[in-house]
């Protein structure tokens, strides 16, 4: 499905794509008692032919800031996210 989404923007040459990784942060308990405690989880913001991505690591309630700092650069054309 991803894929697929990502196929359709590249063909069209714009948008932007956020996905969220998966339920740790939320269910911390159940986690920590399967020995799991790192609680970071992975989220993706991509835009197509933006160049090669960087992985950097924000705290999730970044995660709105980066999403519009994103889709206001897609509406003033810029290169970037």
Known sequence: MLGELMRELERIGEGLLVFYGDHLPAFKAS???????????????????RGPGARIDIAAHELAATIASGASMLAAGAAEL
Do not use: A, H, N
């Open 31 to 49: 986690f920590e008692r399967l020995g799991m405690t790192d609680r970071r989880t992975d989220y993706v913001v991509w835009r197509p032919r």
